[in-house]
T-cell receptor, first 114, second 115 residues
Framework: AQSVSQHNHHVILSEAASLELGCNYS??????LFWYVQYPGQHLQLLLK??????LVKGIKGFEAEFIKSKFSFNLRKPSVQWSDTAEYFC????????????FGGGTRVLVKP | EPEVTQTPSHQVTQMGQEVILRCVPI?????FYWYRQILGQKVEFLVS????????KSEIFDDQFSVERPDGSNFTLKIRSTKLEDSAMYFC?????????????FGEGSRLTVL
């Protein structure tokens, strides 16, 4: 069965600091990878996705993520965070051969101090 | 921009009561899902639905749960006899189809509190 691990449960940082959130998954086959964000009081929104091709993907709001197949990782990065990036971030994996569903990581709560 | 809508946003119920959570997926989407998130825990897959039948379900989705697409627009989750541990946020989602597998569009969630 596929599983997803997010290493940090809570991250606190100041505006303009750089952010990197770790995500590792366990599945040996072809995967689609996603980062979703949930702002306070709002629904899950797609930040970015990887299906194939360039392993460095760029998403909305200045976020990017790098797929490293050998490490089973899909870490999320942003060079300079803003207060409005305060949210919970979820990594998710869909393993095509494992069914038509997403498996989520436990989420990382990010608090950006002004 | 089209979106997934869910009602109610919050429901409080007594243990043992039946609850129906409603969702209106995006109109041209073919796959529908329910997920839940117990407070402080992971977002967990419950069930996926395609072509008017369940395509996949998790071990959480036992006999007390059922899903239905009663008309061309609504997608419902019924919990027959609620338990305290059913208290959670329930998210409905939809996707276009297999070529976009995994890119789900989520509703804002229905918070269920079982007393």
């Amino acid at each position: 069965a596929q599983s997803v691990s997010q290493h940090n449960h809570h991250v606190i940082l100041s505006e303009a600091a750089s952010l990197e959130l770790g995500c590792n998954y366990s599945y040996g086959g072809t995967v689609n990878l996603f980062w979703y964000v949930q702002y306070p009081g709002q629904h899950l929104q797609l930040l970015l996705k990887y299906f194939s091709g360039d392993p460095l993907v760029k998403g909305i709001k200045g976020f990017e993520a790098e797929f490293i197949k050998s490490k089973f990782s899909f870490n999320l990065r942003k060079p300079s965070v803003q207060w409005s990036d305060t949210a919970e971030y979820f990594c998710a994996v869909n393993a095509r051969a494992a069914g038509n569903k997403l498996t989520f990581g436990g989420g990382t709560r990010v608090l950006v101090k002004p | 921009e089209p979106e997934v809508t869910q009602t109610p946003s919050h429901q409080v119920t007594q243990m043992g009561q039946e609850v129906i959570l409603r969702c209106v997926p995006i109109s041209n989407h073919l796959y529908f899902y329910w997920y839940r998130q117990i407070l402080g825990q992971k977002v967990e897959f419950l069930v996926s639905f395609y072509n008017n039948e369940i395509s996949e379900k998790s071990e959480i989705f036992d006999d007390q749960f059922s899903v239905e697409r009663p008309d061309g627009s609504n997608f419902t989750l019924k919990i027959r006899s609620t338990k305290l541990e059913d208290s959670a946020m329930y998210f409905c989602a939809s996707s276009v189809g297999l070529e976009n597998t995994g890119e789900l569009f989520f509703g804002e969630g229905s918070r269920l509190t079982v007393l």
